[in-house]
């Protein structure tokens, strides 16, 4: 699902007008990332877990070479998926 139809489908579940449910939703959406780049998990009781995982600096083999090279440390996102979300897809 695209953006534009989240948009569309929660307005017209809300009854709220598509311009203040994309305001609604890019707000979420934006303090969601600040909230990861102040490196802090975001939850959502039922749905999962958006968390910064940080990523070591290591040496990796190029496949089908020897040469190495140097990866820096990083972080990444991990979504864990909560009970409600998992029992609903399966």
């Known amino acids: 699902m695209k953006k534009s139809v989240l948009i569309n489908e929660v307005a017209k579940k809300t009854g709220i007008s598509r311009k203040e449910t994309e305001l609604i939703i890019n707000t ?13 998990a975001v939850s959502f009781l039922g749905f999962g877990t958006f968390e910064p995982v ?4 290591r040496e990796i083999y190029i496949p089908g070479t020897t040469r190495k090279v140097k990866v820096e440390e990083k972080y990444s996102i991990r979504f864990k998926p909560g009970k409600t979300l998992k029992k609903k897809i399966q």
């Open 28 to 40: 979420m959406l934006d303090t969601i990332v600040e909230t990861l780049q102040n490196k802090e």
């Open 54 to 57: 940080k990523k070591n600096a």
